[in-house]
């Protein structure tokens, strides 16, 4: 069936459509429900990403370096536990109830069975981050001085854990395996942070780990709050303005950009629809 168009556009939607746009909004609600039942994924959600970077800021001088370093641990924290784990979990239980099988033998599509199971973490992280953001500044933290950067490093950053949750999966026989099979991303990322990769100075690795996606999201945070990385900011490099933050972003911005897309590529191969059982 296809829909009627006049001079004005599209003036109907397609029963089809208006189905699919059900399913959709029911996914999405199931979804959200199962995970606001789950108190070990509340908790992980909660406590570790909002408890800890504030508790990092609290302890410290409160400087620009300070804060960008605080919010850089939020972001990072938040991407980990709130999209990346509960994603990684909530897929590999849905496959194993074989709950992801019979609903693509339904009306509901691919994508729309995998934003149901992506949105829950993804709502909360903007939640979370809109925020935390005047938090911070009313605790004493100075103003980001440029948040696209910023908004470009949470919003492919949903997109990049979103994709290593779903490819990571695909080795995950079980939820209870989530923990060991998550560990490669959890250590990636946590070497990504500015002030991890401070402590290896120039050396080759930290040269390996400034080309990871999550020393992209660490750079793109720092910057925008800062207006230079951890390193030159440690190092005494001045600070770049509104206008040459959008220069110093260039770089970050591409890395992640590319390892997004081999993510989303190997979610899309790796990815398994059926129980191992």
């Not at 949903?158 to 395996?177: D, H, K, Q, V, Y």
């Not at 490669?184 to 690795?205: C, E, K, N, T």
């Not at 951890?230 to 590319?258: C, H, K, R, T, Y």
């Amino acid at each position: 069936m296809t829909t009627s168009h006049t001079a004005r556009g599209l003036q109907h939607a397609t029963p089809e459509r208006r189905k699919t746009s059900f399913f959709k909004t029911s996914l999405f609600k199931a979804e959200w429900l199962q995970f606001r039942r789950n108190k070990t994924l509340l908790f992980m959600a909660t406590v570790f990403p909002v408890g800890i970077p504030l508790l990092l800021f609290l302890i410290g001088n409160g400087g620009a370096a300070e804060s960008a370093n605080s919010f850089d641990y939020f972001v990072m924290y938040t991407l980990l536990f709130v999209q990346f784990y509960t994603v990684l979990s909530m897929a590999t239980t849905r496959r194993d109830e074989r709950v992801l099988k019979r609903l693509r033998t339904g009306e509901a599509r691919d994508i729309d069975i995998i934003g149901a199971i992506c949105f829950p973490g993804a709502l909360l992280t903007l939640i979370f981050t809109v925020v935390i953001i005047p938090l911070l500044m009313v605790l004493g933290a100075p103003a980001p001085i440029n948040l696209v950067p910023i908004v470009f490093a949470v919003l492919i950053g949903l997109l990049l854990c979103s994709a290593l949750a779903l490819m990571t999966s695909g080795f995950t026989r079980n939820a209870e395996a989530a923990q060991m099979t998550s560990m490669p991303v959890f250590m990636l990322a946590m070497g990504g942070l500015g002030s991890i990769r401070f402590v290896f100075g120039d050396s080759i690795v930290a040269d390996i780990l400034a080309y990871t996606p999550f020393a992209a999201i660490s750079d793109l945070v720092q910057i925008g709050w800062a207006g230079a990385t951890f390193a030159d900011s440690v190092g005494g490099v001045e600070a770049a303005n509104f206008a040459g933050i959008f220069q110093d972003m260039l770089i970050p911005l591409g890395i992640l950009a590319a390892w997004t897309a081999a993510a989303v590529w190997a979610a899309n191969r790796y990815m398994r629809w059926d129980s191992y059982r």
